[in-house]
């Protein structure tokens, strides 16, 4: 088998109301603008966490949106209408609350992937829209399309502007805002910022060179689910984690490996991190095992013990 250090790196690198504010008068509600009626919605071409631009990824299409705001927050709902052909799938369908001054919307799909090979690997998709009224009536912000499993597809980033253009069309269907359910929280969202990754092999003590990872972490609005994205800002490796029942897990996209006898390997990463209690926010330190399992003509496993200390606040909290 290879260093573990080293292969465990290698394997971890593949591993949110325009014209009008709502009421005042309504307690504990943000002043947010109105997202009522037609927009226009352009995004920009994708791009990888590398720089590289996915060609035939920009696009214009049709919003259509309806909001309501309550004791409990501002809510919307947006049908996107007649997408053009586009490389980057899209929701056709969102409900976003006004949190922290921007509109945001949090989705999971299945969704499956192809490597290199041609080989399928399912996937969670995650689909986010992050999106900031401004001055001009514009409504301006990121759309990002991520995948539940490290090192497989979807790990790129639109720009997203929205123009309104008109009153909303009668004719299409939008979900009603005020009958949507209150946005939840969940304590997953306190894990954010820089993280410095120790990994050290429990039975030989042996300590592998650290990791620095800076992110955060979006949930669904019901905040029974979440996705902690963290990003190495000098290698671009990535460490992505799912949260659900108090814990975060983690698994990599295959990795081929060479044996020392020179055959062939395929190696996969899990991981697994407990919620700290108490909670606090941001979350200072989490401690867990990640274990690499490798098949081939040297099979075999390792896992070590984890720990990511929070060392900064890295892009900041997610919305």
């Known amino acids: 088998m290879n260093r573990p250090g080293l292969a465990l790196a290698a394997t971890v690198a593949v591993l ?15 002043t947010a603008a109105e997202l009522n009626g037609t927009f226009s919605a352009v995004f920009g071409p994708s791009t990888t966490l590398g720089g590289n631009v996915i060609p035939d990824s920009a696009a214009t299409v049709t919003w259509v949106a309806r909001s309501a705001c309550r004791d409990t927050g501002c809510v919307a709902a947006a049908t996107e209408v007649a997408p053009a052909a586009s490389s980057a799938p899209r929701p056709p369908s969102m409900v976003l609350d006004f949190v922290g001054g921007h509109w945001v919307s949090v989705d999971e799909v299945p969704s499956e992937c192809v490597n290199s090979k041609g080989e ?31 090192g497989a597809c979807h790990n790129s980033t639109q720009t997203v502007t929205l123009s309104r253009t008109g009153d909303g069309d009668p004719a299409v269907e939008v979900a009603d805002p005020a ?9 997953a969202a306190a894990l954010w910022g820089e993280y410095r990754q120790v990994q050290t092999n429990p039975r030989s003590g042996q300590v592998y060179p650290p990791t620095t990872y800076s992110g ?47 055959g062939a390997a395929r190696s996969t990463l899990t991981g697994q991190f407990a919620l700290p ?27 070590l013990d984890v720990t990511l200390d929070r060392v900064g606040d890295g892009t900041g909290r997610a919305p």
């Open 277 to 303: 209690q108490p909670v606090s926010d941001p979350i200072p330190k989490l401690t867990g095992t990640q274990r690499t399992t490798q098949t081939g003509t040297c099979p075999g496993s390792l896992t």
């Open 120 to 150: 399928s690997i399912t996937v969670q998709g995650w689909q986010t829209y992050v999106l900031a009224p401004k001055p001009d009536g514009t409504l301006v912000g990121t759309y990002t399309n991520r995948s539940s499993v490290g």
């Open 16 to 30: 949110t109301c325009i014209s009008a504010a709502c009421s005042s008068e309504t307690p504990g509600v943000d």
């Open 216 to 262: 955060n972490t979006q949930c669904l609005r019901t905040g029974e689910r979440c996705l902690t994205y963290l990003v190495d800002p000098d290698s671009k490796a990535i460490l992505v984690m799912t949260f659900a029942e108090g814990q975060w897990t983690s698994t990599s996209a295959p990795l081929d490996a060479t044996c020392p006898d020179g």
């Open 179 to 187: 009958t949507q359910s209150a946005r939840q929280s969940s304590p």
